[in-house]
């Protein structure tokens, strides 16, 4: 059973930086190919960031690119997400998620396990 828990999530100013991470159950990180995904309010749920399963090709979206950075440490079992220069635009649910292999990584719907989220303000 794969198990997925975001932890990092929180208020920051514009500007400011968080790192989340996503706490997974025994070898998934290094079984998968992992992502986060975000949903803010009134939107539909998008791709943010992908790691590939050997942890050597990362994708991210245009809107966060240049700002975010996916890695992991699979001894700890732990995928993260570094976020800097946040805008008020980055407010969002943030999820982790395992990919389905041979999926694409921008549809959500391609994903099989998710965590529960963490919830991520941005103020201007």
């Known amino acids: 059973q794969v198990q997925l828990v975001e932890s990092g999530g929180g208020l920051v100013q514009a500007g400011g930086s968080l790192r989340l991470s996503c706490a997974a159950s025994e070898r998934t990180i290094s079984s998968y190919s992992m992502a986060w995904l975000r949903q803010a309010p009134g939107k539909e749920r998008e791709f943010v960031a992908g790691?590939?399963?050997?942890?050597?090709?990362?994708v991210y979206a245009d809107s966060v690119k240049g700002r975010f950075a996916i890695s992991r440490d699979i001894a700890k079992n732990t995928a993260y997400l570094q976020m800097n220069s946040l805008k008020p635009e980055d407010t969002a649910v943030y999820y982790c998620a395992t990919k389905i292999p041979g999926r694409t990584y921008n549809d959500p719907a391609n994903y099989g396990y998710w965590g529960q989220g963490t919830q991520v303000t941005v103020s201007s």
């Open positions: 790691l590939s399963i050997s942890g050597f090709s990362t």
